[in-house]
């Protein structure tokens, strides 16, 4: 079975701990960046990240998921709500990469 991890702050990472997947709680961008290279090379299915550490970080994050395909990296809403809009904004990215305009900004 494959491992998953919680990378976030501890109100973020407490119901993750309920359920059996791995909580680390974190809050330094340095500390996150070595954490989340450490989980992604030692063979974990799956990463969640708070959106408020993701921000920090964001592209490290995607330079690794161009790598490899595992594990999926999930940036998850978080307590301190710091960052919201970086989910969205990423969809765009990938978005526009895969059709190669912003469709967002398309109207009818």
Known sequence: MLKMAVIGDKETCLPFRGVGV????????????????????EGYGVIFIAESLAAECLEMIE??????SMPIITIIPDFLKKSPGITESRLKNWLRRAVGIDISKMRD
């Not at 791995?22 to 090379?41: A, D, M, P, S, Y």
């Open 63 to 68: 330079e690794l998921t161009e790598k490899r």
């Open 22 to 41: 791995e909580g680390i709680v974190c809050e330094k961008t340095e500390e996150v960046k070595k954490i989340l290279r450490q989980r992604f090379e």
